[in-house]
């Protein structure tokens, strides 16, 4: 098998990409899904089979190189993970890595994962922007996997979706969609104990993967290899009641006012003082029946909670902020974007901006657009720019690193 030679490592693309000049366009066919629409895709794939798509990006460039990945691992706000398999042995640390914390590129059998680098990097996020046929709501992050020879996480399955774009070198992949989830005991990471493929493949550069949940798989690096795997979210049930009483009782819509205390006027005297009382249930029973919620009380939730950065994310506020007047000077002539780690969704009646909650009404017409574009053109900053609320607004945000002056590319 050709190895791709080390001293010519993965480069990256260059420092300005470019940004999709639009969302995905749900009925156009494109390369990235081979030549499907992305209604196509949706409606044939999604949670239901895996597809290989040959060449979905002809002419992929790494979106880090090597090394700046390498850098990348040793910050500390980055979750980066190093696995290895020497002499058939798992094992698994966390990062930061330092430097020479990892092994020698030249050793095999190893990897470095370093998850959401769309968060760090316009590159990266430019593209994991061109899987925003799926809705936001739905998208997690970009993990970067570096891979010696004979590297890989051994076979496993995921529960959630995944893209697994090969953007330099190539890996091997066999897939199979067993019934038999059981791992392997005593290991750091999630092994199967059986894993039976029934597809095999050597991905390229460009090369693409989609794996619905639960599909096994396994990727072995052959030669030097660097992957990009396109994350999904997909809450559990257990999270998301979680995370919904919690909003509720922070919005202090607990039954009868959330001050309300627990009285017990007539409890009588005990003699077994570690009994809990059956009245005491009764009444809490009584209190949770109350609880009541609406429609607008989950999207509100689920825009909140969705919207919400990672513990991870601290924005990054200009050091020397423009003041109002040459904000809008300056975006006027160049436009604004949501900074890469900015989320933003909407519903009918509110917009949710990194967690926080507002109404729609009065900058719906921009504010949709730069939500879908994830930028307005200077252009269309021009247009906007004489209604001081709206100029007031986003110099706030700004401010606050929410946005960026000026277009990716
Ligand atoms: C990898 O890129 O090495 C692992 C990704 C995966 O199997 O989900
Ligand atoms: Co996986």
Same mark, same amino acid.
């Given at each position: 098998?050709?190895?791709?030679?080390?001293?010519?490592?993965?480069?990256?693309?260059? %420092? @300005?990409?470019?940004?999709?000049?639009?969302?995905?366009?749900?009925?156009?066919?494109?390369?990235?899904?081979?030549?499907?629409?992305?209604?196509?895709?949706?409606? @044939?794939?999604?949670?239901?089979?895996?597809? !290989?798509?040959?060449?979905?990006?002809?002419?992929?460039?790494?979106? #880090? %190189?090597?090394?700046? #990945?390498?850098?990348?691992?040793?910050?500390?706000?980055?979750?980066?993970?190093?696995?290895?398999?020497?002499?058939?042995?798992?094992?698994?640390?966390?990062?930061?890595? $330092?430097?020479?914390?990892?092994?020698?590129?030249?050793?095999?059998?190893?990897? !470095?994962?370093?998850?959401?680098?769309? =968060?760090?990097?316009?590159?990266?996020?430019?593209?994991?922007?061109?899987? @925003?046929?799926?809705?936001?709501?739905?998208?997690?992050?970009?993990?970067?996997?570096? $891979?010696?020879?004979?590297?890989?996480?051994?076979?496993?399955?995921?529960?959630?979706?995944?893209? =697994?774009?090969?953007?330099?070198?190539?890996?091997?992949?066999?897939?199979? %969609?067993?019934?038999? =989830?059981?791992?392997?005991?005593?290991?750091?990471?999630?092994?199967?104990?059986?894993?039976?493929?029934?597809?095999?493949?050597?991905?390229?550069?460009?090369?693409?993967?989609?794996?619905?949940?639960?599909?096994?798989?396994?990727?072995?690096?052959?030669?030097?290899?660097?992957?990009?795997?396109?994350?999904?979210?997909?809450?559990?049930?257990?999270?998301?009641?979680?995370?919904?009483?919690?909003?509720?009782?922070?919005?202090?819509?607990?039954?009868?006012?959330? %001050?309300?205390?627990?009285?017990?006027?007539?409890?009588?005297?005990?003699?077994?003082?570690?009994? #809990?009382?059956?009245? #005491?249930?009764?009444?809490?029973?009584?209190?949770?029946?109350?609880?009541?919620?609406?429609? @607008?009380?989950?999207?509100?939730? =689920?825009?909140?909670?969705?919207?919400?950065?990672?513990?991870?994310?601290?924005?990054?506020?200009?050091?020397?902020?423009?003041?109002?007047?040459?904000?809008?000077?300056?975006?006027?002539?160049?436009?604004?974007?949501?900074?890469?780690?900015?989320?933003?969704?909407?519903?009918?009646?509110?917009?949710?901006?990194?967690?926080?909650?507002?109404?729609?009404?009065?900058?719906?017409?921009?504010?949709?657009?730069?939500?879908?574009?994830?930028?307005?053109?200077?252009?269309?900053?021009?247009?906007?720019?004489?209604?001081?609320?709206?100029?007031?607004? !986003?110099?706030?945000?700004?401010?606050?690193?929410?946005?960026?002056?000026?277009? !990716?590319?």
């Amino acid at each position: 098998m050709p190895k791709r030679p080390l001293d010519h490592p993965p480069g990256a693309a260059p %420092a @300005r990409i470019s940004s999709p000049l639009s969302v995905p366009q749900p009925d156009t066919p494109t390369p990235l899904l081979g030549n499907l629409t992305p209604t196509q895709f949706m409606r @044939r794939y999604w949670q239901k089979k895996p597809l !290989l798509i040959r060449q979905a990006i002809p002419d992929v460039v790494p979106p #880090l %190189a090597r090394d700046e #990945l390498f850098e990348l691992a040793g910050e500390d706000e980055v979750e980066a993970r190093l696995i290895t398999h020497f002499r058939h042995r798992w094992q698994l640390e966390h990062g930061p890595f $330092a430097a020479d914390e990892l092994p020698s590129v030249r050793q095999r059998a190893w990897t !470095l994962l370093v998850q959401g680098v769309d =968060l760090h990097d316009d590159r990266a996020r430019a593209l994991l922007d061109r899987f @925003r046929f799926v809705p936001d709501a739905r998208l997690d992050d970009l993990m970067i996997s570096y $891979a010696s020879d004979g590297g890989g996480v051994g076979a496993h399955f995921d529960s959630y979706d995944v893209f =697994l774009l090969q953007v330099h070198g190539m890996r091997r992949w066999r897939i199979g %969609a067993q019934r038999d =989830l059981s791992l392997r005991p005593g290991l750091p990471l999630k092994v199967l104990q059986n894993f039976e493929p029934e597809e095999e493949w050597l991905l390229e550069p460009g090369d693409m993967l989609y794996l619905p949940p639960h599909i096994a798989h396994d990727g072995v690096a052959e030669g030097e290899c660097m992957t990009c795997s396109i994350g999904f979210r997909a809450p559990s049930a257990q999270e998301l009641t979680g995370q919904f009483l919690y909003h509720l009782a922070e919005r202090g819509d607990a039954p009868g006012g959330a %001050a309300e205390l627990y009285r017990d006027p007539q409890q009588p005297a005990v003699a077994n003082p570690a009994m #809990l009382p059956s009245a #005491l249930v009764e009444r809490v029973g009584a209190i949770l029946a109350k609880v009541e919620w609406s429609e @607008r009380d989950i999207s509100t939730f =689920l825009g909140s909670y969705l919207s919400e950065p990672k513990p991870s994310v601290v924005f990054d506020p200009p050091a020397r902020p423009l003041s109002e007047p040459r904000f809008i000077q300056r975006a006027r002539q160049s436009g604004i974007r949501l900074d890469r780690k900015s989320i933003l969704l909407y519903d009918a009646r509110f917009y949710f901006l990194n967690g926080e909650e507002n109404r729609l009404a009065g900058v719906k017409k921009w504010l949709v657009e730069l939500a879908d574009q994830r930028h307005l053109s200077a252009k269309r900053f021009v247009t906007l720019s004489d209604d001081s609320s709206v100029t007031a607004l !986003l110099h706030e945000w700004y401010c606050a690193g929410w946005i960026q002056v000026g277009e !990716l590319a």
